[in-house]
Every structure is written in C-alpha cells, then in structure tokens.
C-alpha cells in the first residue's frame, strides 16, 4: 500500500500513548490537562517510519468512555488498526466498545498488542492471550496476529513495526482518482497563515491553488499550502494524513465535522438512507423513531432512525431505514457510520450509508421503497444508473449520477451506454458535455408535450407555436434554459416536434387562419391598401371589422409573423407593399437629389406629417436614409 494510516484503539489506560511514544519518539499527548491526568482526551497524531522505507500516519485516540466521540472521529480514516490490551489488566469495557466501532466500520486489518507485558508473569500472560484471542472470535480481528510488547523496556517493539510494515503491503490502497474529500478532525491557526484543517485524505488528490469547498458549510476557499507528516508538499494523495492551510477562511467558520472537498462535488441533507445493524450487545430493541447519535466521518449529529419495515429492531438485526437529521452533514454512497444511544452514551449499532441525497422522505412498509433500497445497495452499475435516471426528474452528467449512485465516472460511462443499447436511457449531447435520461421520463415529456402542443395550437390557431420560455417555466422548471433547448432538439431529431427560435410546434402543424378569418385578413389588407400612407390605427381597424380584442391581437401577431403588416413605430402599422412603394418612391427621389426633408416626404406620399415622420425614422434604422440637420441623405443602404 502506497500510504497507510494507522490507529490505536483500547481501554483507558491501557498503553496506546505510550505505546506510539515508543514505535515513533512523538508524545502525542498534546493537552496540558493530558499531560495532568496521564490520559489522551483528544485525538493525537504522528508519522512511523516502517522498516521497509514507507512512511505512514498514526492517528492515536482516547480509551476512556466519556471521550467515545473522538475516538469514533479518528477511526474513520483506520487503514490498520493497533489494537492494544494492557497485559496487566486484560479485555475492558471499552476493549469491547472499540472492537465494536472497529467490526461497524469495517476496518479489516489489524494487530492485536498486548502491553506492559513487563508487569506480570508469563503464565498470566498466556491466560490474557486466550482470553483476547476468545474475544476476537467472529470478528473482523478473528485473524489478526497477536504481539507482546514493552513500552518502557522495547521488547517486542521492532517485531510489531515489521508485523505493521507486512500488513501494510496487503491493505488496499485507497482511491486517488475522483474529487478530494477530507473530514477535518482538527482546525487551529497559524500566525501568518491563517486557518489550517487536518484529516485524513480519505478519497481524490488535494494540490496548491485548488478551489475547495467546505461543507456542509458551503464555503469556497483555497487550498494555500498543504503539509504531510509535518513536511511540505504540493499534491497530496488519498490515504494521506493532511494539514490544509485554507485562504480566507476564519476559525469559526470550520469545525470538526466539517468536510473539504471538490466545488460541488458534495451536498449536504438532513436525512440519509441506510442499512443499519443493531449490535448483539445493545441493552435493548430499538424502537421506531429513536433518537440516537450519529456519527459519519469525524462528525457526530443527533437524528432520529425511521424503521421502514418495522416498529422495533432486536439486537442483532438488520434493517434498512432512513435517519433523520437535526443539522446537515454530506455523505458518500458505501460510507460507514456508527449510532449510539442518546442517553446513555452507549455504541448500539452502525452500518452503511444506502442515498446519501434521498429524494424525499420514505413511505413505511412499502415493498416497492424497500426494493429499491436493497438495489441501491446491492445493484449492478447499470441498476443504480437506471434507478438513478428512473427517479430523477431531470437530464443528468456522468458527475451528477456519481454523486447520487457512488460509482466511479468510467462505471457510469459504460452502464449508461449499456442502458442506450438497450432503450432504456437516451444519451443527449451538446454544449461539450453529454447528458443522460430515462426512456420512461423522456417518452412522458414527449407525450405531455404533444398533448400540450395540440392544445396550445387547436386555442392559437394563428401563432408558430408555444413561446419556448413559457413552456420550460410552466412546465419544465428542473431544466435551465440550455438544457431545455437540448432535448427539445432531441425530440425534434426523433421527428416529434419542430423548434423555432422563439417557438415549439408539432412537427405538422402550420399556423394558419381559417377560411373565415382569410376573408377578414383580405377585408384588412384591401382597407389598408386603400388608406395607403394615411395607414388607420390597428384598434380602429379591428373594431371596424368587428373582432374582439383577444382576436385582434392574435391576427396582429400574427400578420406581423407573416410579414403582411410591418410595424413602423408604437400603434402604427404598414401594409408590406404600400411600405414597399414608399420605399421605392424615397430611394428615388434621394437619387435624384441627393436630400430629402420630412415635408417632402409629406407631399411625395401624399401623406401627414404624423406619418411621414414615423416613416423617415424607420428608413433611419434601416438604414436608408440618414439624418443630417433637418435633412436625410442616402444611408448604407442605399448607397450599397
């Protein structure tokens, strides 16, 4: 294994400090009340040089039961765990407790140390071998190896550092590809520098410059200066123990708990799914809607555990349920976690985080919720993407399905093209980025567009179609303007409808008026050509005709669409071929003159100043005439 994070785990007192003091020359014991009372409270940290040339991490924690909290928020981060047993004193309640944090978290690798051996005879030392190794039995230490050593005389101890180095060559590394995700088990300041994190790398690469995110806090910093094992450097990898000087950040603003991670790789909730395990050795049932303590990470939130099965769980059971949170923390799909009871503090249970974003809260003892859950968990790749693109209500990327399924970006790539193959997803691509979606979501936007298109056109006879914007804010409000845009191409390539740029349509619709309403457009057309360049107001040639006002203003639109009528300036319209001769009749007078002036234009249209200046205007923004003084000479497009 490339890096190796190694933890302490044991009974009060039991040598663990001391222990570490001993492989590494680092007293870990930081605190002045620790140095006063002889126990660890807080967590405490140091860098082994294993015999092999690797350099690994020591996270060491404390043993006495009131500071459970800040073990559980070390433990995490264990690669391989040192389980200590004092030898003088044997398994101890908190022995028992740490073995069950270790056997819910699933740290697989470990040695079991049996300390102060130099405090008793070898006959008793074989009688608290037996005992440990019982003790072991049926867990996730079953196997580990057991070693005697001496903190104050060394004996032993360079057997345990080569135990430790053979150990690590078998651990899996952990994955350095992804977004980097550190939980902050520490935050101080430095003078000069400003705020510092620490923790453990436990996914991704973190470099100098990158932007991060803190959550659930949602704060965006910079990585400014990254250590590793008090050293310099300037990427750090997964497996990692890490100190983050973050810029611009202020002490309050990060706490233990908090989490360091990619801009928008993470989101924080208040409810997570999960499957949880009741320990063997909980006190009692654990009824529905418990309050326990919640501890994912190296941080602790209080909650509420929703059995979606049953009303009680027996110890020794599973289940699968969704915890209610009182403040928001971010999870990651295979994350393990640990519950204890409210009061008192006891460790009961843990497990594995199923939908770190559920939806919505779940409906109890629904077949269907719970058959989805044991997907979510157990699933193929091709399962959780389509159960992902299934439940979604949107077009989603590759990250956005990672986040919401826990699979790596090549397991989304090759499960979403499977899923293509077969029907069941569409792949839509656009803006240098490809976007996935459910063939069940699709085809019912497509058959909810249709039925809406046939509506929109049977009321809007005279109109291209449903303004484009309209429709996504009415009815498709999860998609941005851009995506919108990209599956209503889709569908218009799958020959479902047609795209304007302003407008959707069925792809055989054409906006048209009735036989009826042709004869009123002529009936306009005819009065209009008449008036000429004395053009009637629109309201008034409406109500001559007899149309309603919602009518009136349809047909306009409509004429103006159809390039019938062109709007000259507010509530004054011309007719396409008298503005044409007017067109006509202005070049060729310029032509001829070279100028031309508003009463001019007045007695060559036979027309009013209120119409004839409105129509220079619109020649200007044309750019057929230009003004000059009182004057208008040839504009571009004339000249052209």
Same mark, same amino acid.
């Given at each position: ?45 140091? %860098? ?149 994190? @620490? ?152 497990? @594995? ?41 949107? =077009? ?125 457009? %002529? ?48 509530? =004054? ?30 007695? =060559? ?36």
């Amino acid at each position: 294994m490339k890096h190796l994070i190694i933890g302490t785990a044991g009974h009060v007192d039991h040598g663990k400090t001391a222990l570490v003091r001993a492989l590494t020359g680092i007293d870990t014991d930081r605190l002045k009340e620790e140095k006063e009372r002889g126990i660890s409270i807080e967590l405490g940290f140091a %860098s082994l040089q294993l015999p092999g040339g690797r350099r690994a991490g020591i996270v060491d924690v404390p043993g006495h039961e009131r500071f459970i909290k800040n073990m559980l928020a070390g433990a995490g981060g264990f690669d391989l765990v040192l389980l200590v047993i004092a030898a003088d004193e044997g398994v101890m309640p908190q022995t028992r407790e740490h073995l069950d944090i270790l056997q819910l978290l699933q740290v697989q690798k470990g040695i079991v140390v049996l300390t102060k051996t130099d405090l008793v005879e070898d006959d008793w030392l074989e009688l608290v071998e037996e005992e440990a190794r019982d003790f072991l039995k049926g867990t996730v230490l079953e196997d580990a190896p057991v070693l005697k050593v001496s903190a104050v005389t060394g004996q032993g101890i360079r057997d345990l550092l080569e135990k430790i180095d053979q150990l690590a060559g078998q651990t899996v590394s952990r994955v350095s590809s992804g977004s980097p995700r550190l939980p902050v088990d520490r935050v101080f300041t430095i003078t000069g520098f400003g705020t510092v994190v @620490t923790g453990t790398l436990v996914a991704g690469v973190l470099r100098v410059g990158d932007s991060v995110e803190i959550q659930p806090q949602g704060l965006v910093s910079r990585v400014r200066s990254l250590q590793v094992h008090g050293e310099k450097v300037e990427v750090a990898e997964a497996g990692q123990r890490v100190a983050v000087n973050l810029a611009g950040l202020e002490l309050e603003q990060v706490e233990r708990g908090s989490v360091v991670a990619g801009v928008k790789t993470l989101t924080p909730a208040n409810r997570v799914d999960i499957h949880l395990l009741l320990l063997d050795s909980a006190a009692r049932p654990l009824k529905n809607r418990t309050r326990v303590r919640f501890y994912l990470g190296t941080s602790e939130t209080l909650g509420r555990v929703v059995l979606l099965d049953r009303e009680e769980m027996e110890p020794g059971t599973l289940a699968y349920a969704q915890v209610e949170l009182e403040e928001q923390l971010v999870a990651a799909k295979g994350d393990r976690f640990v519950i204890r009871s409210y009061s008192p503090m006891e460790t009961i249970g843990g497990g @594995t985080v199923i939908d770190p974003l559920p939806r919505r809260k779940h409906k109890r003892f629904r077949s269907e919720v719970l058959s989805a859950l044991a997907t979510r968990e157990r699933g193929t790749p091709a399962e959780l993407v389509d159960q992902f693109l299934t439940a979604g209500s949107g =077009l989603h990327i590759p990250g956005e399905i990672a986040t919401g399924t826990g699979l790596k970006d090549e397991e989304i790539v090759e499960a979403a093209s499977e899923l293509v193959k077969e029907g069941r997803a569409k792949m839509i691509s656009g803006d240098g980025k490809t976007y996935y979606v459910s063939s069940v979501i699709y085809q019912r936007w497509s058959a909810a567009l249709a039925q809406l298109l046939e509506t929109y056109h049977r009321d809007f006879p005279l109109r291209e179609g449903y303004p484009r914007e309209d429709l996504r804010s009415r009815k498709f409000q999860v998609l941005n303007s851009r995506v919108f845009q990209m599956l209503l191409l889709e569908m218009e390539k799958d020959g479902l409808l047609r795209v304007t740029p302003q407008a959707v349509a069925l792809q055989g619709f054409a906006a048209g008026p009735s036989p009826q309403q042709e004869k009123l457009i %002529s009936r306009i057309k005819h009065e209009l050509e008449e008036f000429a360049f004395l053009p009637p107001s629109w309201n008034g040639l409406s109500r001559s005709a007899g149309l309603d006002e919602v009518f009136a203003a349809e047909l306009l639109q409509y004429m103006l669409r159809t390039g019938d009528l062109v709007k000259i300036a507010e509530e =004054l319209y011309f007719l396409k071929d008298v503005l044409a001769s007017a067109r006509q009749k202005v070049s060729q007078s310029l032509r001829d003159k070279g100028e031309i002036t508003v009463a001019e234009v007045r007695d =060559l249209l036979q027309t009013s100043r209120k119409f004839a200046l409105p129509l220079l205007e619109y020649f200007d923004r044309e750019k057929l005439t230009r003004r000059v003084g009182d004057k208008r000479l040839p504009g571009r497009a004339l000249e052209n």
